[in-house]
Structures are given as C-alpha cells and as structure tokens.
C-alpha cells in the first residue's frame, strides 16, 4: 500500500498577483525537491495548464481553491517532507497569503500500489474526514492509520503536526 495525500489552500488574492510571488515563484524548486525526496511516488500535475500545473489545479466543482496531491510509500516519508525540508520555510513564510481553512484541509489515505487516486476520490477522502473526524479511510499526520486500518503510533512527535 501507498500513502495519498490531499492538501487544499485558497489564496488571499489570485495566485498571478504579484503579492503572491514569494509563494508562486518557489512552486517549482519545492515540487522539484518533492520529485527527488526518498519516499516520494507521484504528484498531481497539469501538463496541459497555461501557467504551472501547481497553481491551475482545482477540486470538482471548486474553481478558488488550489490542490495539492501526491503518493508517498508511508506516512513518515512524507512528514519528513512535509515539516523537515525547503518546504516547511516556503509556507510558513507564506502563511498570510492564504486564507485560514475553516475545515479541515488536509487528508491521508491509503492506496494500492500504483493507483494513481482522481481528484473525485480525493475529495470524497476529504469530505469523509470532514464528516466523520480521522478514521481508517480519512486521516491526518495528528491521528495516522495503517493500510490494515489501525491507529499507529508514528515515529515524528504529533506535537510537530499542524
């Protein structure tokens, strides 16, 4: 089994805004440093978008909020990814750009090897955690799960996890 995240933001403002250049202007070095980081497995792109694939994505139906998706081979891959690279100082530094989620934002789950998840299973991932808190099917870094549906204790601190 392989861990699938989903991550959405909304900006402040549009992400061509010059405003939002110290976020856009990284995208590519934090997704190159994803691409090369050791448990990574695949990331959403759009090959076909006018501008970075990163900023043109959206959920079904949602056409303000940007999406991060991904597949990494466990849960500690990718929090190391998450909280202990480049990546960390890229949002933190950009925390006022965005707009503070009322709900959750952030989802794990787990995935056959190779299955690449549509956004439409994101999404309902999403909604499940949302409805129902962190169970087996939807869960966070703060309460992971194992791909047999057990609660596991993981080996960064949940104090880390935001």
């Known amino acids: 089994m392989q861990l699938a995240q989903l991550n959405i933001a909304e900006g402040v403002v549009a992400m061509d805004d010059p405003q939002m250049q110290p976020f856009t202007g990284r995208?590519?070095?934090i997704n190159a440093l994803a691409d090369r980081t050791d448990g990574f497995i695949w990331r959403l792109t759009d090959d076909d978008a006018d501008i970075d694939g990163a900023l043109s994505l959206r959920l079904p139906g949602d056409d303000t909020t940007l999406v991060n998706m991904s597949v990494?081979?466990?849960?500690e891959a990718l929090f190391s990814f998450v909280y202990k690279t480049a990546h960390a100082k890229?949002?933190?530094?950009?925390?006022?750009?965005?707009?503070?989620?009322?709900?959750q934002h952030f989802v794990l789950w787990w995935v056959e090897?190779?299955?690449?998840?549509?956004l439409t299973e994101a999404k309902a991932?999403?909604?499940d955690l949302r409805d129902n808190g962190p169970n087996p099917h939807a869960f966070t870094f703060a309460m992971p799960f194992s791909a047999e549906g057990q609660p596991i204790t993981p080996s960064f601190p949940k104090k880390?996890?935001?």
Do not use: Q
């Open 27 to 29: 995208i590519d070095a």
């Open 72 to 75: 990494w081979d466990s849960v």
């Open 90 to 103: 890229v949002m933190t530094d950009n925390r006022e750009n965005f707009v503070d989620m009322p709900k």
């Open 113 to 118: 090897d190779g299955h690449i998840p549509p």
């Open 125 to 127: 991932r999403l909604d």
């Open 160 to 162: 880390d996890c935001a």
